[in-house]
């Protein structure tokens, strides 16, 4: 079983609507949760990083932590089709310690 | 976030070389790490640059394959040796952030060994 599983997608949905893409972890010590974004021929971009259950929310972006069922959410509202990238997921025992990377999710969104 | 800068971003290399690939912050950080990005996969670590000691390389990772060097707090390189077609990969330095909570990727070293 891998500690990080994501749903690698390809996900496509219209201009405007809300994505909401996931990923779920095995191993309850895993306490930072990281989204990144990737865009073709580019490395990971830092999206949103949060060290606990609940909510973070910044822009059109929403990051959810629910560690009781080990399931990590990312949410785009208002999608554009700048949007359209790989996003992935990402969890550290310790932060900055070592991340554990999910697969990935290909979005796209179409205008 | 820190500026991270990767030299050279790609190459392509005959199989039986080696390519040194650098990795250079704008400002000094406590960690530094190199990633590898396999063709339509996700990120795996390779090992922790540690800044005056051997780095601490990942189940799968040996120093004589990836040799990594770490002079000082804004530098470090990988070497990838004695290159093999499945080398093929994206390689990727990041940095820890100054709250050492997450890491900021560089922008990535596309190599392809033939």
């Known amino acids: 079983q891998k500690e990080v599983e994501q749903d690698p997608g390809p996900l496509s949905v219209p201009e405007g609507a809300i994505v909401s893409l996931n990923c779920t972890y095995s191993?309850?010590?895993?306490?930072?949760f990281m989204w990144y974004r990737q865009y073709s021929r580019k490395g990971p971009e830092l999206l949103m990083y949060?060290?606990?259950?609940g909510n973070k929310e910044d822009g059109r972006f929403t990051a959810q932590v629910d560690k009781s069922s080990k399931y990590i959410s990312l949410f785009i509202r208002d999608s554009q089709p700048s949007d359209s990238a790989t996003y992935l997921c990402?969890?550290?025992?310790?932060?900055?310690?070592?991340?554990?990377f999910g697969q990935g999710t290909r979005l796209t969104i179409n205008p | 976030s820190a500026v991270i800068s990767q030299k050279p971003s790609r190459d392509i290399c005959q199989r039986g070389t080696s390519l040194t690939i650098q990795c250079q912050v704008d400002?000094?950080?406590?960690?530094m790490f190199w990633y590898r990005q396999q063709p339509g996969q996700s990120l795996t670590l390779i090992a922790t640059?540690?800044?005056?000691?051997?780095?601490?390389?990942e189940s799968g990772f040996v120093i004589d394959k990836f040799p990594i060097s770490r002079p000082n707090l804004t530098f470090s390189t990988l070497t990838v040796s004695n290159m093999s077609p499945e080398d093929s990969s994206i390689y990727l330095c990041?940095?820890?952030?100054?709250?050492?909570?997450?890491?900021?990727f560089g922008p990535g070293t596309r190599l392809l060994v033939l």
């Open positions: 400002s000094q950080v406590t960690m």
């Open positions: 990041s940095v820890d952030s100054s709250s050492q909570e997450t890491q900021y």
């Open positions: 990402a969890i550290s025992v310790g932060g900055a310690q070592k991340l554990v």
């Open positions: 949060t060290y606990s259950s």
């Open positions: 640059a540690n800044q005056g000691s051997e780095a601490t390389y």
């Open positions: 191993n309850s010590a895993f306490q930072y």
